[in-house]
């Protein structure tokens, strides 16, 4: 699919903007509620066919996938087998799956040409499973795609966990 991209809506390259942030803002607050209502078949369909979805490990958030252990590095074929086995009740730690909740907020968007948007925000997810709930707080660090047709789409999203050590949680099951 060719990505087709009005630079002028986004505003000047290397700029941001208040109509930029409120459409980077609607495009993260649709994300979280896809996930949270557990429609991963549509949330795969915001993301590029070349893309990145990273969790760096607690210990080293600011690693390079290449060099450093990552809780979570999936390309656009483990993604698609991630959200395969989380909605076939294949991954028993998600089945059934857990109640999440998501909050964003400090969203920060910069055009950066080409369609491109860098974007970053906070997040707090809230999962309960089993009358536990864990708590998740981080950040995101985004690349967007902007198409005319569909909006943004996801190339780039790094989770970094705002957490010492995955402690009592014990292991990510759940999409951040």
Not at 2 to 8: A, C, I, P, R
Not at 120 to 142: C, K, M
Request: hydrophobic content about 40%.
């Amino acid at each position: 699919m060719t990505v087709v991209h009005d630079d002028g809506a986004l505003g000047s390259a290397g700029l941001s903007s208040p109509a930029l942030r409120a459409a980077v803002e609607d495009f993260l607050y649709r994300d979280a509620e896809l996930l949270d209502e557990w429609r991963l078949d549509e949330w795969l369909e915001t993301w590029t066919d070349e893309c990145r979805y990273l969790v760096p490990a607690t210990d080293r958030p600011d690693g390079d996938p290449f060099q450093h252990l990552f809780l979570v590095q999936d390309d656009r074929f483990l993604l698609e087998q991630r959200v395969e086995s989380l909605t076939t009740k294949t991954a028993w730690a998600e089945s059934p799956h857990s109640t999440t909740r998501r909050m964003i907020s400090n969203v920060r968007a910069t055009h950066i040409g080409g369609g491109a948007v860098e974007a970053r925000a906070n997040f707090v997810v809230y999962r309960s499973r089993q009358s536990t709930v864990d708590v998740y707080p981080g950040r995101y660090e985004l690349l967007l795609e902007h198409d005319d047709a569909v909006g943004f789409r996801m190339r780039t999203r790094k989770a970094v966990l705002s957490l010492e050590e995955l402690r009592p949680h014990g292991r990510v099951s759940i999409i951040l």
